[in-house]
């Protein structure tokens, strides 16, 4: 093995998929239980947002995802600990979010 960690999950699209870890965002909802992760698709370069079950975050979080606090403000509550999101990306995350309409689109 070695190399950067991949993680397999699954796209809409595509079916199973494999991502490196660092081009993965785990989003935690200190409010809620359902914590969620986004990640874009390396065959059909789509977002692809995720639940993800509170047993598997910290696995994610090990394996050098990216993590996002919820309910923190957005840019700055990212920490990279992988690489694998460039500053252009976070803006266009950023703004995606000031679009009421965004989880909407993302799953159209
Ligand atoms: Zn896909």
């Not at 950067?4 to 785990?26: E, F, K, N, W, Y």
């Not at 995720?50 to 993590?67: R, T, Y």
């Amino acid at each position: 093995m070695g190399g950067v960690p991949t993680v397999r999950t699954t796209c809409p699209s595509c079916d199973t998929v494999l991502i490196d870890a660092g081009a993965l965002t785990v989003r935690r909802r200190p409010d809620a239980t359902q914590s969620e992760c986004s990640f874009v698709c390396p065959d059909c370069v789509q977002t692809v947002v995720q639940p993800v079950s509170d047993k598997m975050v910290p696995v994610l979080i090990g394996a050098g995802c990216l993590v996002e606090d919820w309910g923190v403000s957005d840019a700055r509550s990212l920490h990279p600990s992988g690489g694998g999101i460039t500053e252009a990306e976070i803006q266009d995350f950023v703004a995606s979010l000031d679009n009421d309409d965004w989880f909407g689109e993302l799953l159209s």
